[in-house]
């Protein structure tokens, strides 16, 4: 077998494995499935007793006994049948529901550099069409199969107890059909493979092209993503239409050779009962059987060809399953006492986001509980690194992360984010209301709880004035409000969290001049008797800080209390401080010209 083949069977055979949870409701259904294929393939056999022995001898009595026997078979296949529908299609959604929450939680464990590496849209494609693609081979074309399998079985079984010569010389053109779609599998196979691939390249463009519709607007650059879409729409077209080529180069040959079947079906019934060695009867259920017999080889071949697509949807689904989380709870890791203190220490720390090139290079720092420190330094030289590392986004290269003296690969990652808040530089807004954003963190904080922490970020001035109020929606990633409210949303939420870590990295660097103040302001009463990192371009969450750490080209530079710094006039800081002036008056310089 040729290694695709061997992966092939392989992820077939792990897709399989995921029915085995409900076993018992498909095997209660396959049961029922049994029960109506045999209702199903009894009438053709009602109609031979009827032409054989009812016809012949005139006998009314029989024929009408018959007629009332294949009313009642109908009956029953047809109940066997809703029963058999129901609860397999009961199983599917089980399926389908439990095999994407499986995706989204895995999803959920794993590092952030993962998802750096990975794009959205492609794993929204996996968590919808690909799930779907699965589905629907795993259970309905399962049950497709598996019924046409024994109307195949059961009908050449009938066939050869009827007349075995003939239904010997009936089954020939199946074996030629099966040597047929073995190769056309071997064929078709890495076609389906790059058209899922495609259909992920083209979810993943479109979906980032939607989020940055305002980017491509403002840049003008609509023609160009056009361009690209269409790219990637015609690779998928190219793929697509090269299966349906393929599809329909070996079908009509398929079912071609399986239509030799009736012709020597026919010809062989008149051949034998011309002999006296079959009977009209007979012939007559032959042809019954033939809808049941030829049908479901088409019904095959197209099931086939679902499962070629499934195996290439399936092999994508173990991607995401099987890739490592690196960031996860060691077997032993315990839970921090709560409250932390908030003590926390870098021990000759070494990370790179490629480990071939380090970020930050044999870096050590402490910092003690309630102290506030403002991390400072040029773009690139890992600032927010170190906030990701101490929130465990990230393990270190090298060396160790301490919180309250705890390793923190030793603890449950829940017990660490559970009480350390987090301000952005890009808040992050659901679409939903402003309430349900600022109970993010605290579901179920009271309505004056979520006020008050408003207040104290200065929020709920603009949060008041907006069309509902607390209820308004803000839209998708908050883009009905400004930059400004955004971030002051941020703060409230770490308000209302009460964590006693906060780890705030640029909250002020992309926001309006006007809201700068007022964020500040908020952030202030919220460092207030807690733990504090800072990371910021400007100064003026700086100089009110503890302690100022500088950082350049992956190492600490300087650090201690910012009046100190600021006394060494070759300094680091003292110098950012004189430039930061400098672009203050400048900036100031402007509004007045203006």
Known sequence: MSKPASHQASTIRRLYGLLTPYRRTIAAGMGCLLLSIAAELYPPLIWQQVVDVGLMRGDWGFILWQLALLLAVFAVGQAFSAIRGVLLERAGQQLTLDLRLQLYHKLQRQSAAYFANRRTGDLIARLTADVEAVQDVLVRGTDSVVANALRLLGVAAIFIYLQPALGLLTLIPMVAVGLLLTRYNANVRPVYRAARERLGELSARLADNIAGVRVIQSFAQERREQIAIEQLGQQLYDEQVKAVALRNRVFPVIRWVASLGNVIMLGGGVFFILRGQFTLGGLLAYRGYGRYFFGPVDDLVNINDLVQRAAAAGRRLFEVLDAPETIRDAPDARPLPTPIRGDIRLEGVTFGYDPARPVLRDVSLHIR??????????????????????????????GRVLLDGHDLRQVTLESLRSQAAQVQ??????????????????????????????????????????????????????????????????????????????????????????????????LERLMECRTALIVSHRLSL?????????????????????????????????????????????????????
Request: glycine content about 10%; cysteine-free; hydrophobic content about 45%.
């Open 369 to 398: 509980p309630g102290e506030r420190v403002a991390i400072l330094g040029p773009s690139g030289a890992g600032k927010s690194t170190l906030l990701a590392l101490v929130a465990r986004l990230y393990d270190p290269d090298a």
């Open 425 to 522: 530089q890009e808040t992050y807004l659901f679409n939903a209301s402003v309430l349900e954003n600022l109970r993010y963190g605290r579901p179920d904080a009271s309505l004056e709880e979520v006020q008050a922490a408003a207040r104290a970020a200065n929020a709920h001035g603009f949060i008041s004035e907006l069309p509902q109020g607390y209820d308004t929606l803000v839209g998708e990633r908050g883009v009905k409000l400004s930059g400004g409210q955004k971030q002051r949303i941020a703060v409230a939420r770490a308000f209302l969290a009460n964590t006693p870590l906060l780890l705030l990295d640029e909250p002020t660097s992309a926001v309006e001049p006007e809201s700068e103040a007022l964020i500040i302001e908020g």
């Open 542 to 594: 700086a100089r009110s800080a503890d302690r100022v750490v500088v950082v350049a080209g992956g190492r600490i530079v300087e650090e201690g209390p910012p009046e100190e710094l600021l006394a060494r006039p070759g300094g680091h800081f003292a110098a950012m401080v004189r430039a930061d002036s400098a672009f203050v008056t400048l900036e100031d310089q402007q509004r007045a010209a203006a």
